[in-house]
Every structure is written in structure tokens, then in C-alpha cells.
């Protein structure tokens, strides 16, 4: 039964192209968050989003965008793919209180050909 | 502007010593501390924390110690084992979570 669940796992796509990896989380957290694991394997905070507030790290491209269906789930749109944009994306929850407990999604690895 | 620093990317250790995985911040401000285990293919999960009003916390085989003059924070696991080799990343909390590029330790039989 898996707390934090991304799909796709693996997503191999053309420059240009627009996609999507989709997040849910089963645990009843008030708060997503979607991070970009780097070719230096920095894990560098991209967006954190409640029902309230959309907190955009300020240097990730407005290519990407963050669409919250319901409070348990948190999209991460990519459009105009670029090659750069190649990293593994994680997914994370937490209590709306309790920033500081994230559980991680198993990453979903985008490859732009 | 990497605030938490990693500064061994891997580390390899015989079965049954005694594993140190060290870290450096530059953010006085953190708060927070934590410790993230990530095997191959998978998330990182939460391991060991400690807050700044404390130098050490215990867990069983892991201990996370915190020294705040020198904006320093190690994790200690004793006795590793081959099960412990997996990444490790060192995270800080104030308001984000940032994290360390992570260390690689590898426990031999």
C-alpha cells in the first residue's frame, strides 16, 4: 500500500514535447511538494502546494506548472521540453504542520532526446 | 548556492565497524535536521533527525550528532551492515528542505 505513488516511472520524450508526471499521496498530508534530483544528484526544491498556497521556487521555468486536481494528488506539468529538463523528479508529502516530515515518491526518471 | 554540502560522495566500510557520513550547512537559520536513506530506483526515507536545540539523537544502530558552532552534523551507524549501503542524504529544514548531494556508503561482508 504505497504512501507516495508517481507515475510514470520512466518517461523518455522528444525536445518540444509537453508531459506530465502525476503524484498522489494515500497519507491524508495537507501539503505536496515536487523536487528535481540534478546530474550533481542535488535534490533542489521545484514547487510546495496546499490548498492554500503555491510556493514556486523562483528559479524553475514557468515551462513547468503544478496542477492540484484534489488534496491528494499534485501533477507536474512540463511543456516545451528541453533537454536540461532531463533529471529525476520526486514527489513529496507532508503534514500541513509538519514541513519538515516529507515521505517521498520512488521518482519518476524523464530522459529529453 | 549549495547551503548543505556533502562533501565525501562515497564511502566504503567492512561489516560490523563503525560508519561516520558527514555534512557541513551554512545556513545558521536551519532548524531542522534530518538524515534520508535512498536504495537504487526508489525515494528517499526518512532516517534520523535531530533539532538544533539538541547535539544528539539515538536510534538504535544510527546516532546523528550536531555541532552548531561549526555548522556540522554527522550520522554515525554502528555496526553497519551490507544492508546499510545505499545513498545518504543530508537534509536541512527552515521552511524548505534543502539537501546535500548525498554519499554513497558501501558496507562489504
Known amino acids: 500500500d504505497t504512501a507516495v505513488s508517481q507515475t510514470p516511472k520512466y518517461l523518455v520524450t522528444q525536445m518540444g514535447n509537453d508531459k506530465s508526471i502525476k503524484c498522489e499521496q494515500n497519507l491524508g498530508h495537507d501539503t505536496m511538494y515536487w523536487y528535481k534530483q540534478d546530474s550533481k544528484k542535488f535534490l533542489k526544491i521545484m514547487f510546495s502546494?496546499?490548498?492554500?498556497?503555491?510556493?514556486i521556487n523562483e528559479t524553475v521555468p514557468n515551462r513547468f506548472s503544478p496542477k492540484s486536481p484534489d488534496k491528494a494528488h499534485l501533477n507536474l506539468h512540463i511543456n516545451s521540453l528541453e533537454l536540461g529538463d532531463s533529471a529525476v523528479y520526486f514527489c513529496a508529502s507532508s503534514p500541513a504542520s509538519r514541513g519538515n516530515e516529507q515521505f517521498f515518491g520512488p521518482g519518476t526518471r524523464l530522459t529529453v532526446l | 548556492d549549495q547551503q548543505v554540502k556533502q562533501n565525501s560522495p562515497s564511502l566504503s566500510v567492512q561489516e560490523g565497524r563503525i560508519s561516520i557520513l558527514n555534512c557541513d550547512y551554512t545556513n545558521s537559520m536551519f532548524d531542522y535536521f534530518l538524515w534520508y536513506k535512498k536504495y537504487p530506483a526508489e525515494g528517499p526515507t526518512f532516517l534520523i533527525s535531530?533539532?538544533?536545540?539538541?547535539d544528539k539523537n539515538e536510534d538504535g544502530r544510527f546516532t546523528v550528532f550536531l555541532n552548531k558552532s561549526a555548522k556540522h552534523l554527522s550520522l554515525h551507524i554502528v555496526p553497519s551492515q551490507p544492508g546499510d549501503s545505499a545513498v545518504y542524504f543530508c537534509?536541512?529544514?527552515?521552511?524548505?528542505?534543502?539537501f546535500g548531494a548525498g554519499t554513497r556508503l558501501t558496507v562489504k561482508p
Open positions: 537534509a536541512a529544514y527552515d521552511n524548505d528542505m534543502r
Open positions: 535531530i533539532s538544533s536545540i539538541k
Open positions: 502546494y496546499n490548498n492554500k498556497e503555491l510556493i
